[in-house]
């Protein structure tokens, strides 16, 4: 499996060091796309890969699978072209999808082109349990509460726990589109992004990033708490979204499949 990877951040060289060095993955990263012209050569020089900063060059080269691990707004600017140069998607940047009308756009533009988008499960669990509860439309509530310190939210730190927000997803992605990819990616296994509640809690105690999900259903009742190590090299990303990349290229064309 030949992929390429689009961003040059801690992600990125995260990927790089387990596949290319570490061969976790039964394939090598070959192709880097990115804008910063003094990490990107050093990641070419270091890990034997190829950097490009132009982004059809990088999409005619030859890889199998794309690996999006940039921002929202060079996910959205690229994503079309990826599926429309028959190249399967994996998705690190959820918040690209909290427009509905392009999340449905994306998802007939893949079936057309015969290609398929991963959302990898980022710093959550339990995405296959709410896409089961819901499957004969059986699931009828799904909240969660994550708790951040102020600085990992960008806010002025203060001495106190506040909440900062209590709605539904729709407006919490709006609020805070770097700190709640969790709830977009639970709002769609799920009910939806106006059916899904969100309460965002700074905590100037908290060591971790941490999140709490409750749902129920015709099922029964799922309650699910995990709080997430961040990056050794990078406090603002969480170790969890990273290995859950590094998962799905594992789990690519497995024989067999776990869960849904």
């Known amino acids: 499996m030949k992929i390429g990877v689009i961003g040059t951040g801690n992600i990125t060289q995260y990927l790089l060091e387990s596949i290319n060095e570490g061969e976790k993955v039964n394939g090598k990263i ?9 990490v990107g050569p050093q990641l070419e020089s270091r890990y034997g890969t190829k950097f490009y900063t132009n982004f059809q060059e ?37 918040g690209a999808f909290k427009n509905v009308d ?51 939210l960008g806010l002025e730190v203060q001495y106190v726990e506040e909440c900062i927000f209590d709605g539904i ?10 700190n709640v990819n969790v709830a ?25 990033n941490t999140h709490s999900i409750e749902a129920k259903g015709d099922f029964g009742k799922m309650n699910l708490t995990i709080e997430n190590e961040p990056m050794p090299n990078n406090p603002k990303t969480s170790y969890l979204a990273a290995l859950s990349i590094l998962s799905t290229l594992q789990n690519k064309g497995n024989a067999i499949t776990i869960g849904s």
């Open 58 to 94: 990088f999409i005619e080269s030859p890889v199998d699978i794309v690996v999006e691990a940039a921002t929202i707004s060079v996910a959205i600017e690229h994503m079309e072209e990826v599926l429309k140069n028959k190249k399967d998607l994996i998705l690190s940047s959820i």
């Open 184 to 208: 977009l990616l639970l709002s769609i296994a799920g009910l939806g992004a106006q059916h899904t509640t969100v309460r965002v809690i700074a905590d100037p105690k908290i060591q971790r």
């Open 169 to 178: 997803a729709l407006d919490a992605i709006e609020k805070f589109p770097k």
């Open 102 to 152: 392009f999340l449905n756009e994306m998802k007939e533009i893949a079936k057309s082109y015969e290609q398929h988008i991963y959302l990898p499960s980022g710093a959550i669990g339990g995405l296959d349990l709410l896409q089961s509860a819901n499957s004969m439309g059986g699931l009828k509530e799904v909240h969660i509460t994550t708790r951040k310190s102020y600085q990992s």
């Open 30 to 38: 070959v192709s880097l796309f990115g804008r910063n012209q003094e």
